[in-house]
């Protein structure tokens, strides 16, 4: 049976030496081979996020591939929307404001999809989508490890390991496909035009005409991010088909293993400061459960159930009225990993 390691958090424990021993008991650097080129994929935070995962725990990891002969980089893809992450000099500055600079982690970092203009590569899959935008350097590495940052999310309830490749490893074309999955309609019994949408909307993408909102004359380019959906007074706006978004991480996370193959990826999930909103969130809300330790598996599937079984998926349904499983049991659906699994506490 599939194995997820963890070790539970200790207000006063040495976390750091913990994380050591967890990177040893649970073998997720052991695939690596001398010479490797290894990817670790995280989220650095959006500027000013104080959630996001700590570098020191990066420096660990970065070590331990070291010492078996790989050569380690830190990565990411920009953002579709326009913050400080868009371009990959805006990441670098944000990457080092948050601590994620050579001298600490001990790996250079390196923004996954060039200058962050790069249509990509695309990639067929299965499932929500047919294909998929995925950036070209994920051709290129030989491993990844995937260290996650679990807490809430807006359009797919939670955020772990599944996301962090799907959405994380996407180009923009690629995040603007995912994200778009989720339908905005507008309740013309409801909607007053009164301009609120427009006003805070980013990109002014909303269309006022004759005193109602016409989103069938707007662009395709909105990422359904959803500002106007959160700020109309009148809750006018409806996001549809949600279980869409979630469906189509797993899809995307499919065509990422299939390109850089399921036995080359092996994940580590730090399940601490898990907030309401993401890591793409400057202020991502309030800490909605309490912290519970760091999981390490080779199988994407079973941390992420491993997660919430210990989270309790009710905590998401709560923030964000959708399932933190769907996304997991359309990756097992998939074949993307086990949802039985055995838990190696140490
Ligand atoms: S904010 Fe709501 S009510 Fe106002 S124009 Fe936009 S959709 Fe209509
Ligand atoms: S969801 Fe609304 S606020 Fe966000 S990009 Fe689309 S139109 Fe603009």
Redesign the pocket.
Known sequence: MTSVFFTPWKEWGNMFGKFRKLLEASGVVDHIQKGDLVAIKLHVGELGNPHHLKPGYVRYLVDAIIERGGKPFITDTTTYYKASRHNALDHHHNARMHGFTYETTHAPFIVADGLGFEEGIVVPTEGEMESVHLAQLWEQVDKVIVFSHCKGHPQSAFGGAIKNIAMGCATKAGKLEQHRMVGLE?DLS?????????DKCPDDF?V?ENG??ITSKESEECMRCPI?HA????K??ELVDRERMPKALASTAKAFLDLVGTDNVSYISMATNITWGCDCFAAPGEIIAPDIGIFASNDIVAIEKAFLDKAGTEVFEKAHGLSPLIEVEEAARLGLGKLEYQLMEL
């Open positions: 507008v409801k909607c007053d035009g009164c301009g609120v949408c427009l909303p006022i109602a909102r106007c700020e109309c007074p009148t006018a706006i």
